[in-house]
């Protein structure tokens, strides 16, 4: 085996002298052994530190000392959850680094990782997102709602309460008044044939349906059934109920997910993809900005 330009160099020699920050990163970045969602979370990464040192700067500037100052200025005050997240892929690419002979130390050694809080919602894995949403034993009004209410990061209130007459399909959202606040549930585009079709054939009431008619003791309020198929407004808890039943294989203790789960890890999904609180905002018609602070990062 011929050797390499990594592998040539006398043990215990450095070569970090010469190599740059921009060929190193862009080497690591060209792995095949990383998956889609690694991938995103690496570069991110990856763009910060090409930023901070330069892309012309050899490997030798990253010391410990450096490395953290940079880390603290950029990701202080960001969640647990991201700070973590980029302080693991720095020490992946320091690790992958050493294995070619790139000898950095450990430029994370100033970095602790930080604890995270218990009790919030878990994050759905966006393939696990993508299949459910996919289901071919789920009925269409239910992949269907669980589309809306995860491309909109909205409340499941506020979808649950949707009426045919609120669509806007030609700009793939809808209109959802809160206390006469006008706000927009947004969805991408290939929702809207789904939701086309979904509300077909009724000009009005309700837009996601109960699978029966409700039994002549429990009739619901006029404008909770739908004058077309005389079914009623699905509602809240049903849907949770479904949807905690259907994600049963994604939850680790076997319970099932909840329906807020959708719409923390949307956010949690587009804060990763560069997203500010503002524009996370605008999307899901939060009252609060602050409340929207841990899901964006700061450095893009």
């Known amino acids: 085996m011929c050797p390499t330009a990594e592998t040539s160099t ?18 690591f970045l060209r792995r095949r052994d990383l998956d889609p969602d690694t991938l995103r979370t690496y570069a991110q990464t990856m763009r910060w530190l090409r930023r901070e040192f330069g892309d012309g700067a050899p490997l030798r500037r990253m010391t410990a000392d450096r490395v953290a100052a940079a880390f603290h200025a950029a990701w202080g005050g960001a969640a647990a959850r991201t700070w973590n997240r980029h302080r693991a892929a720095l020490r992946s690419f320091t690790t992958w680094a050493a ?26 894995d966006r ?5 459910l949403l996919e289901r ?16 909109s990061a909205a409340g499941a209130d506020r979808v649950l309460s949707l009426d045919v007459t609120d669509l806007d399909l030609a ?50 309020d006029p404008a909770d059934l739908c004058p077309v198929t005389g079914r009623a407004r699905l509602s809240y808890e049903r849907a949770a109920y479904l949807f905690k039943r259907a994600t ?17 890890s949307r956010l949690t999904h587009l804060g990763e993809d560069g997203w500010t609180a503002a524009m996370l905002m605008d999307l899901s018609g939060h009252d609060d900005i602050r409340s929207l602070a841990p899901y964006a990062d700061r450095p893009q």
């Open 248 to 264: 049963r294989d994604l939850d680790p203790d076997g319970r099932g997910c909840t329906l807020h789960q959708l719409r923390h």
């Open 99 to 124: 294995r070619r002979g790139w000898d950095l130390g450990d430029p994370a050694a100033g970095i602790a990782r930080r604890p995270e809080p218990r009790g919030r919602a878990r994050v759905l």
């Open 127 to 131: 393939r696990h997102v993508a299949a």
């Open 136 to 151: 071919p034993d789920v009925p269409p009004r239910d992949r269907t709602l669980w589309r809306v209410l995860y491309e």
């Open 10 to 27: 006398p043990a215990g020699v450095s070569v970090a002298a010469g190599v740059s920050v921009e060929a190193a990163a862009e080497r």
């Open 171 to 220: 700009a793939n959202r809808a209109r959802a008044t809160k206390d006469g606040v006008l706000r927009w549930v947004r969805w991408q585009p290939a929702t809207t044939r789904r939701l086309a079709e979904l509300a077909a054939g009724r000009p009005c009431g309700p837009l996601f349906l109960t699978a029966r008619r409700p039994a002549p003791a429990r009739m619901p």
